[in-house]
């Protein structure tokens, strides 16, 4: 019986899945690469936000905090690339198992400024924001046929 519950518990925290939420600064002219290993057929939700140094919310973004973000797996493919945004999302399925990455680039700026970046990255078989995320209609999906 007890053998029983241990192997509901495992199976149960192999089936969760996996997230990172995190916030990181990078300073303007550099990189910052935040990587995952997938397996195949996992799917993938990232969203990330550049987060307004202005104390008061009621001043806009400045056009200097616009980063570029590049979303890649190990063997080359790219699921994204964007040129200065604020924020955005990607949504895929890793077709095969490996290390998938995520690049952040600050343009140069000078004086030297630092962004500061909320980035939230979930994997797995199942997430509950999957059907919040789709319904918006702010997802950009792509296709990819190997």
């Given at each position: 019986?007890?053998?029983?519950?241990?192997?509901?518990?495992?199976?149960?925290?192999?089936?969760?899945?996996?997230?990172?939420?995190?916030?990181?600064?990078?300073?303007?002219?550099?990189?910052?690469?935040?990587?995952?290993?997938?397996?195949?057929?996992?799917?993938?939700?990232?969203?990330?936000?550049?987060?307004?140094?202005?104390?008061?919310?009621?001043?806009?973004?400045?056009?200097?905090?616009?980063?570029?973000?590049?979303?890649?797996?190990?063997?080359?493919?790219?699921?994204?690339?964007?040129?200065k945004?604020?924020?955005?999302?990607?949504?895929?399925?890793?077709?095969?198992?490996?290390?998938?990455?995520?690049?952040?680039?600050?343009?140069?700026?000078?004086?030297?400024?630092?962004?500061?970046?909320?980035?939230?990255?979930?994997?797995?078989?199942?997430?509950?924001?999957?059907?919040?995320?789709?319904?918006?209609?702010?997802v950009?999906?792509?296709?990819?046929?190997?």
């Open positions: 019986m007890m053998m029983i519950g241990w192997m509901v518990l495992l199976v149960g925290v192999l089936l969760v899945p996996s997230s990172q939420s995190l916030r990181f600064d990078i300073q303007s002219g550099k990189t910052k690469c935040i990587s995952e290993d997938m397996k195949s057929n996992s799917m993938t939700v990232g969203k990330y936000q550049v987060i307004n140094p202005n104390q008061d919310r009621h001043h806009l973004l400045p056009d200097s905090h616009q980063l570029n973000v590049k979303v890649t797996s190990s063997h080359g493919h790219i699921f994204q690339w964007v040129e945004v604020e924020k955005g999302q990607f949504v895929f399925t890793a077709m095969e198992q490996g290390n998938y990455m995520a690049c952040f680039s600050a343009p140069e700026h000078w004086p030297l400024i630092t962004w500061t970046i909320d980035f939230d990255w979930k994997t797995g078989v199942q997430f509950k924001d999957w059907f919040n995320v789709a319904k918006k209609g702010h950009d999906v792509s296709l990819f046929i190997y």
